[in-house]
């Protein structure tokens, strides 16, 4: 029984702190005319995967490496995508060369022989004509069989046709292919050339890197493991920015604006301020998280806010608890762009 009734005594006396501490620093701000509140530390994360399925031929980080955007992490074997990059501009090449072929037309050379073809051509033609008319003539008189005459009429026909056959053929070398074989080329090559950079595009997929400055928070593959887009190979955090998300109740919400500069304190460097600026109040309330320490009861509706927060010797971590303080007497209008930044101030 004795018992029982230090730890009620206990309790009402923690409940009498909590209620004073509450009503003095409430005291205090409206006094000093500034804003407290609590918080955590957050940052984004990134979980990157490759963009193919293929082996991991090398991962080039471990877990708390910081790495620069665009900087390589990780790769997959490249044998079967580098052979049908080849391959592809192989196609293009042929494809190439085809198409040069049928806008260039008829070398000198071909003009030249069916020139020549043209010629003896000409010639046969007119010695089977006067060959034909000779032979009519002596038909007539009897001289010669009319068979022979006929056959020889039919000869001089097959001349001027063959002569005909030799004049089209080179009207056709001179004038070049047709815009249709050409446009119908042109579409090939257009075609060859987006088979080409897609299996190019899928090479250059089997390179994984950053992007933006980071550190590895997971190495989740290793080489030897099957990827796929659906599997992740690095979580990044993304500590720029940083920033502290912070609940407001709605009592205090019309005292701050975005852009207002701020202070925030951990328990890890304690006595030591680091600079910020009201990034973000959220437009909508919510119930207060579990996590967070605020001054009303727990299922009153609050509003996030975020505070980005400069991290210069890279102090601060994620899920950090922060105190943040604001002066209320700002004018956000005359503030320097500096203010809102992690430059020099």
């Known amino acids: 029984m004795r018992a029982r009734i230090i730890a009620v ?34 940052i984004r994360q990134v979980e990157l995967a490759f963009n193919g ?50 806008r260039s037309g008829s070398r000198p050379e ?11 051509a000409n010639y046969t033609a007119q010695n089977a004509e006067r060959t034909s008319i000779r032979l009519a003539e002596l038909a007539v008189k009897k001289m010669v069989p009319q068979e022979q005459a006929d056959n020889a009429r039919a000869a001089a026909d097959e001349a001027r046709a063959a002569r005909h056959a030799a004049t089209e053929a080179l009207r056709l070398a001179e004038a070049g292919f047709r815009k ?15 088979q080409l950079a897609l299996a190019q595009r899928l090479l250059a997929d089997t390179d994984l890197f950053a992007p933006a400055d980071s550190v590895i928070q ?15 190979v690095y979580t990044l955090a993304l500590d720029n920015p940083l920033w502290v998300r912070a609940y407001v109740d709605e009592p205090d919400l019309g005292r701050i604006q975005p852009g207002m500069r701020a ?4 328990d890890s460097f304690p006595g030591k301020a680091y600079r910020g600026w009201v990034g973000f109040i959220s437009p909508t309330a919510e119930f207060t998280p579990k996590s967070v320490e605020t001054r009303e009861v727990r299922t009153a509706l609050v509003y996030q806010v975020r505070v980005f927060v ?8 994620l899920g950090m608890p922060a105190v943040v303080t604001i002066e209320l007497d700002q004018n956000v209008d005359q503030l320097r762009a500096a203010d809102r930044d992690c430059g020099e101030p």
Request: glycine content about 4%.
């Open 9 to 42: 005594v206990v309790i009402l006396a923690a409940v009498a702190f909590g209620a004073w501490w509450w009503q003095q620093e409430q005291a205090d701000d409206e006094d000093t005319g500034r804003l407290t509140f609590h918080g955590n530390v957050d």
């Open 53 to 102: 399925s293929e082996r991991v031929a090398e991962m080039r980080f471990q877990e708390g490496d910081r790495v620069s955007a665009g900087e390589r992490l990780a790769s997959l074997d490249k044998t079967r995508l580098q052979h049908a990059a080849d391959q592809a501009a192989a196609v293009v090449e042929a494809q190439q060369e085809m198409l040069a072929k049928l």
């Open 180 to 194: 249709e074989d050409i446009a119908a080329a042109e579409a090939t090559l257009r075609a060859n050339q987006a």
């Open 218 to 232: 997971e190495r989740l593959l290793e080489p030897g493991d099957m990827a796929s887009p659906q599997r992740p």
């Open 310 to 317: 400069c991290n210069p010797e890279n102090e601060l971590r």
């Open 263 to 266: 202070e925030v304190h951990t």
């Open 110 to 120: 071909e003009i030249r022989r069916l020139e020549a073809v043209l010629e003896a």
